[in-house]
Structures are given as C-alpha cells and as structure tokens.
C-alpha cells in the first residue's frame, strides 16, 4: 500500500523559513516524481511543482520558483519542501502528492502558519 | 497559464439524483501527441484530495462506477448517477497538458 507520511504543523516567523517532510513508502520512490500542491484555507488548489527523485530534476510552477525548493533523499525515501521569506501569504495546507498519474496519492498535508 | 472554469461552483442534491460538474478550459487539452491530460478529484471535508477520473475517462481505483467522465477539447463534464452520502464535498477538475498546471475553482456538492 502507497503511503505519503508527512511531518506535523508548523509556525514561522515573517521573513523566516521551513521544511516539510513527506516520507513515502509501498512503492519504489524512484518510479515517480513527487509533487507539491498548495491549499490556502478555505481555497482552492495550486500545483506548486515536482520533483523526480531519481535524478533531482525540478519543475516550479512560475509564481513558486522564488518561494519553494524541493529536494528529496533517496536513502530514506523522503521528499522535502523548504518555503523561504514566508509572508502571511504562505499560511495554507501544503501537500505532497505521487503516482502514475498526477496525485493518484496524496498526503495527509501539513498545516503551515506564518506567524510573529 | 491555462484556466479551467468550473460550473456549478455549489451543487445542491438529494441521495440517488444524477447530477453533472462542468469543466471549461481557456485553453485546449489535447497534446500534440493526441492526449488529454484532464483528471478529477473528490476533497471530502477535513481530508486530502483523491483521484477520480484520469485522462477524461478512466475511473480511479476503487473508484465507484456511479463516477463518470466525458469530454473533449476545452469542454470536460464529471458526472454522478445516483450521489451517494460519501460523495459530498468538493470536486475538482486539474488539467496536465499545458505548464503549469492548473486546477478549477471547485465544485461543492452538499445536501438539499
């Protein structure tokens, strides 16, 4: 069974920076890349980019390439995602989301506060 | 970057009525390459999106066959026959064709 396990909420201070976890497993990590969809509260979707773990190649959509850096460790099967400068803009749920087809699985998603 | 309209934005039904989502695209899916890479996805309250519909028309697994897609181009209809209780939440439609890629605004589908 494909799960995605992702690290627990965090606060951030205005002009400061994190990093969320998604540990997958019940699959090959290499296989597929690993993307990243935001979700402001009470709002919509947005597709935040990709990674393919097995080379490190990136995609960003355009309005994240300042805003995200996705990495991910092939010896614990992990993809990560740093947000950096946060605003109050960056409070939302992020997910981590794999498979054949784009997000056929998904992570439970992490709640993110920017906050001073 | 490619925006995808969803109508209605709120669906209100009854158990067992067939309704239907539609999905418009400022912009045609069909690739070069003769696919369309259009999908959809349930958000029930409080948990993480799923897939329902891949590529216009295949049902997800574990997907119920209640769930239907259909389409083409620039128009793409999700429809249900017979919601059932489960079903309630907000349906999304996500399109793959075009860089990047972009989600509808969201169709919630409640109880009349």
């Known amino acids: 069974e494909v799960q995605l396990q992702q690290s627990g909420p965090e606060v951030g201070r205005p002009g400061s920076s994190v990093k969320i976890s998604c540990k997958a497993s019940?699959?090959?990590?290499?296989?597929?890349?690993m993307n990243w969809v935001k979700q402001s509260p009470g709002q919509g979707l947005e597709w935040i980019g990709w990674i393919d773990p097995e080379y490190g190649s990136t995609d960003y959509a355009e309005k994240f390439k300042k805003k995200a850096t996705l990495t991910a460790d092939t010896s614990s099967n992990t993809a990560y995602i740093q947000l950096s400068s946060l605003t109050s803009e960056d409070t939302a749920t992020y997910f981590c989301?794999?498979?054949?087809?784009?997000?056929?699985?998904w992570g439970q998603g992490v709640m993110v506060t920017v906050s001073s | 970057d490619v925006v995808l309209t969803q109508t209605p934005s709120t669906l209100s039904a009854t158990i067992g009525q067939s309704v239907s989502i539609s999905c418009r695209s400022s912009q045609s899916l069909l690739d070069s390459a003769g696919n369309t890479y259009l999908y959809w996805y349930l958000q029930r309250p409080g948990q993480s999106p799923q897939l329902l519909i891949y590529?216009?028309?295949n049902l997800g697994s574990g997907v119920p066959n209640r769930f239907s897609g259909s389409g083409s181009g620039t128009d793409f209809t999700l429809k249900i026959s017979g919601v059932e209780a489960e079903d309630l939440g907000v349906y999304y439609c996500?399109?793959?064709?075009?860089?990047?890629?972009?989600f509808g605004g969201g169709t919630k589908l409640e109880l009349k």
């Open positions: 590529l216009v028309s």
């Open positions: 019940g699959y090959t990590f290499t296989d597929y890349v």
């Open positions: 989301a794999t498979g054949n087809n784009p997000f056929d699985y």
């Open positions: 996500m399109q793959a064709t075009h860089a990047p890629w972009t």
